[in-house]
């Protein structure tokens, strides 16, 4: 497949997260013939079952992005060994109204930053398996784990280190290669 979009979520609404630094270093490092955007989900109510018969159009339009892109990587902090209620609430509406999972068949990738060694791997495990149960099929390896240090990231999204900038290309160059892997097989079908 020579041009794809891949969406990425931000797990994260803080005005400084690291992981939104991560997210525009995905953005340019992305192979050639892939475009990397923004999915947003800090205006999106609280999801309730209240709004299932009639979705806000917030949510409509955040689920037609997801629809629209090849692919979907989720940069995630950890917040007590888990994902950011902010995310799950989006995720929440991404899977409403039942039997309308946006996630179903999307190729998706998970990764995160922090400033521990194993940095959100906690909040990943439990992401996938909320994929899983979307029926998202997830990238396994390379796992996205990225020790944030001060300066490793500007806010434009430039790597000062060469290996990490190295690691996350190989990282997006995998994720792509499922992401064609899936276009692929529907292309096909």
Do not use: C
Request: hydrophobic content about 40%; aromatic content about 8%; cysteine-free.
């Amino acid at each position: 497949m020579s041009d794809r979009t891949i969406g990425y979520i931000v797990g994260s609404i803080s005005s400084t997260s690291i992981n939104r630094r991560l997210a525009k270093a995905l953005e340019r490092l992305a192979p050639e013939g892939t475009t990397l955007v923004e999915i947003p989900i800090k205006d999106l109510p609280f999801y309730s079952p209240d709004f299932d018969a009639d979705f806000p159009q917030v949510a409509r339009d955040f689920k037609k992005a997801i629809d629209d892109v090849d692919g979907v990587i989720i940069v995630t902090p950890e917040y007590s060994r888990s994902i950011p209620g902010v995310l799950k609430n989006a995720l929440d509406w991404s899977a409403r109204p039942w039997g309308q999972t946006s996630f179903n068949g999307k190729p998706t990738a998970v990764i995160g930053t922090s400033g521990g060694p194993i940095a959100t791997a906690a909040a990943q495990q439990h992401l996938k398996a909320i994929l899983s149960h979307y029926n998202a099929p997830t990238l396994g390896q390379p796992e996205g784990f990225v020790q944030s240090t001060p300066g490793l990231i500007a806010e434009s999204g430039e790597v000062s280190n060469d290996q990490t900038a190295e690691f996350l290309v190989g990282y997006l160059e995998a994720f792509v290669a499922l992401v064609d892997r899936y276009t692929r097989v529907s292309v096909d079908a």
